[in-house]
Each structure stands twice: as C-alpha cells, then as structure tokens.
C-alpha cells in the first residue's frame, strides 16, 4: 500500500525521508513535533534516538536538494572562520563556518531546510549564507572540537605569561589602594594566577586559602569534594590575601569583617571566567573563597544533566507551560541553578521576556534581564519580584524562595500568566510543598500554582577507564534497595579505583532527580493539608521515582557506585 504525500503534512526533509520509506509518516510526524518540543533539530532528533544513520540522512537530503555534501572530518578545525559567528548562534542551529568567500559565507548543516540558521546568521554577519550538507554525527563533534580549540586551553597558557593574565575587576565595587607595596610584585602574581588557572584546569568549582596557626594551605572544590593542592609559606600569606583582594576590588586596609568583591579573568578574546570571592576573618587571618562562575556550565544541554527519559520528557513538558510555577530543591551545591538555566536557555528566544533576580547572578546569559539582589538599597527578591511583573515579563526566576512575602508575590505571578522558576532548600518535592504552607502560602493557591518540583542532589561520576565490578550478596543489593528482578536478572555494579585520568576513581559528576508534577490527587492532598509523608506516598503510587531510586538507577548503569549514592542520598 502506497501513501498518499498530498495529504501529509510534511515540509522539506522530513517529507524526503517519508517517500523514500526512510520512515514512516507517523514517525515523521512523530519526531518533528519531539524535536520542536524539545528544541532539538529535527536531524539531531532522528540521530539522537537511533532512528535513522546520519549519512542515510545526509544521502537523501543531498538527492532532494541538490546541496553538496562533505565529508567534516577532512576539513582543518584551525582553518575554519569561526570566529564570524557568536557560539550561541552556532550551538541554537547547529551550523558551523566553513569557509568565506569574498562576501559568502558557507555553514556546516545537517538539514538544508533549516532557513532559519541562515537567515539569523546572514542578518548577524552582514554576509550572505549558503549552505553545505554534512552528517549530522560529524557536524556535532566538528562543533564541539571547534569552538574548543578556538579558546586558548589552559596548557597553553605558560608559567613565563602567568602574570600578564588579563584580570578586569568588577568596576562597581570600590578599591582602598592606600597599602599595594608588595602586593602586585611578580611572583606573587604569578603563584595567585597559577593557583586560579590550575583550579579552571582541573574542573574545580570553588578555591580555598586558609590560614591555621603553624600551616597556610590550598584546597580546590573538585566533583564536590575538597582536595588539597598547595601549601605555600605561611611568610606569603597576607600577601597572598591581599593580592586577591586587590584583585576583587575589596578595601585591603579592612580585615575585621567579611568583604565580597568579584574577579573577572580573562583567558582568551573569547572566553573569561568569574570569580565570586569573598573573605571572611578567622583566628588566624583572613580565609578566602572564591566560586568558580563559568557560564559554559549553563550551556551543557538537558541531555547531560543525567535525568532518565521520563524525567526529561516531564521537565520540558512543564517548562513549556504559558504560566504555572517550577520549584527546584535541594543543598548548596547540588547544581540549582545550572538546571535552572538549562531550562532558561531553552527557553530564550527574541520573543520572549525573562527577568532574573539572584543573590548575586551566578551565569551570566545573553537575551536575559538579569538582577542582584542588593538588600543594603532595598532590592529584595520581593522588591524585585515586584518590580518585573511592571515590565511586561513572560518568565521570570527568582533565585530563592525565602521568605512569605517572596513567595506570594511568585505565586499571584504564576496564577496571572507567568511562568515561574525558583528554588527553596528542602530534602525532596515533597516536603517542598509542606514547606510552602509552613511558610504561610495558603494550601488553594499553592494547588493552583505550582506546576512541577525537582528535588535533585550531583553524584559524582565513576571513570570508564578504571572501575571494577563490584561484587556483592544478593541479600546486600536488596537491602540497599534493588528490586528481586533486577538482582535476578544479573545486576553489575561499580566501585572506584583510581587513575591517571581521574580523581580517585571519579570524574565529573551527574544529577540524580526526583521530578514531581502536580497531579490532581496530589493537589487533592494539598487542598486538605495534607502532610509530605501522604505527599511522598501518593507520589509513588503514580510511579515517581524518589532520589534514592533514580540514584540507583544510575548505579545499575554503571554511572556511580553504591557508596556515592549513600554519600549523597544520606539513606
């Protein structure tokens, strides 16, 4: 049986794959409107979920179209003129700066009806687009390694040019630069810089300098665990304090109270770093901390977080509500805020309006209105709040739910046509909810609000290169929790050893989630005021999975161990 294309409605590629029976129209329609749901391309869609080869792809678009096709991996990544397109436009479509000529520009694409790309990119480069057909698995990579190799890595970067490292200061913060004597002197320059790049390098996400009685020592923040890296000379310590606080723009002369300031390095003509520092008087001097602000964190995509597919597909679905509000919980540190902007991104189109407000803005995103709160001139997360519903907004986020007043201010937003982002710091989504009403939100207008909680914690990662299996009684799976068919069915599990290549036998982390929709019986349950141990309980009955049970989820891939888990789950 034949199908009849004048009824389908397909456009472009995806019409092209249905007639050469590369799918089915169902399919197609399918995976167009997954991929537009999701802000994927419809190609990385197709690739991403196994359903066609990327040179199947590449063939039929090239027979339809009549567009050349090359092959990436031939092509010099330093040759390529990516510095005429912002990364952000290349990362939103997918299209990669081949080569120029006079005033053409020719972009990598794995999808020649993608028009859009090359209109934006022509009305950004004042040159005129064409496009060139590549795979799709080669133009991801080609992307990556590209944009990589255009910023200056870290080996790069000499001891001899440590101290010519651009540091630009922030200029809203004022300097005492009454006692600079030894403090820009070059060896101290270089160590302080040195101590900075060497934590970029190393994936560290904050830097201690400490000062104890008989030591001075050095720790970096590496997968959430502190390590420590140096212990220089207690002879350099204040010197080595007041560099940095020269750095941050913080009075040098006032060591009895806590200081903030900020540090801005700059690495390359297309990537800087953030620095939030802040000091604060201990018995022995000043400790100083400084958090690592890269905004590539922001830009990993929603792949990489680590959630499980229904977690994923439950995630986008919520954010892509016209209004409603999207809480995320859980400790310092368990990567908020990255989720948050996970979805912030996904969301920044021109035509649309989001505000921010955070204490203080951690990731720094162009085509968002972002604030810092400033309690000291009266600009709360209320006050702000306030504020941006006056300016006409269409998703907002506030950095935290703290106090009443926040919180009722986000809710009549979320209740009159705004989409809503915030965190509060409870254990799970549960007791989120709990949390609102102990808070003083009234139970009808936190069932009539809130759209989704995401409790989630960061579980570092074991190293594909050195874990073991480890093995343990089937009386030890269960009682950690593994179901009886799961051990039935051969479960292998890992444990850390320890490499070259890692940090005892972890590298980089991955999120472990709890993604709680408000079903009717839960809003049921908050209407009656309803406890979070009835909350957790109905959250089961509709097969959400708890932390514990996505955590171990992540342990039966192979992902973390059982004693990552237990660190971060605390059960």
Known sequence: MS????????????????????????????????????????????????????????????????????DLEARELSDLPINLVDERLIRKHHALPLFRRGNRLFLAVSDPTNDQALEEIRFNTGL???????????????????????????????????????????????????????????????????????AITAGASDIHFEPYEKFFRVRFRQDGLLQEVANPPQSIANRLVARLKVMSRMNIAERRIPQDGRIKLKL??????????????????????????????????????????????????????????????????????????????????????????????????????QVNMNPKTGLTFAAALRAFLRQDPDIVMVGEIRDLETAEIAVKAAQTGHLVLSTLHTNDAPQTLTRLANMGVAPFNIASSVLLIMAQRLARRLCLHCRQPH??????????????????????????????????????????????????????????GGNSMQLAEQARREGIADLRQSGLRKVKNGLTSLEELNRVTKE
């Open 128 to 198: 005129t687009t064409d496009a060139v057909l590549v795979e799709e698995d080669k133009l991801q990579a080609a992307i990556e390694a590209a944009i990589e190799a255009q910023d200056t890595t870290m080996s790069e970067i000499m001891d001899a040019d440590l101290e010519k490292l651009e540091i630009a200061p922030d200029e809203d913060e004022e300097r005492d630069d009454g006692s600079e004597a030894n403090i820009d002197e070059a060896p101290i320059v270089r160590y302080v810089n040195k101590i900075l790049v060497d």
């Open 471 to 528: 093995e343990l009684p089937p009386e030890a799976l269960r009682a950690e929790g593994f179901s009886e068919a799961e051990i039935e069915e051969g479960l292998t599990i890992y444990k850390p050893v320890g490499c070259e290549r890692c940090t005892k036998g972890y590298k980089g982390r991955v999120g472990i989630f709890q993604v709680m929709p408000i079903s009717e019986e839960i809003s049921r349950l908050i209407l009656e």
């Open 3 to 70: 199908l009849d294309l004048a009824n389908v409605k397909l456009s472009g590629l995806a019409w092209r794959l249905v007639r050469d029976k590369l799918l089915s129209e169902q399919q197609a329609i399918e995976a167009q409107e997954a991929a537009t749901r999701q802000r994927n391309t419809f190609v990385g869609h197709l690739v991403g979920q196994g359903l066609l080869s990327s040179r199947a792809i590449a063939v039929a678009a090239a027979e339809e179209f009549g567009v050349p096709v090359i």
């Open 268 to 369: 390359s003509r297309s990537r800087d770093i953030d620095f939030r520092v802040n000091t604060l008087p201990t018995l022995y001097g000043e400790k100083v901390v400084l958090r690592i602000l890269d905004s590539s964190s922001a830009q990993v995509g929603i792949d990489a977080l680590g959630f499980e597919p229904e977690q994923r597909d439950t995630f986008l679905k919520a954010i892509s509500k016209p209004y409603g509000m999207i809480l995320v919980t859980g400790p310092t540190g368990s990567g908020k805020t990255v989720s948050l902007y996970t979805a912030l991104n996904i969301l920044n189109e021109p035509d649309i309006n989001i505000s921010t407000v955070e204490d203080p803005v951690e990731i720094q995103v162009p085509g968002i209105n």
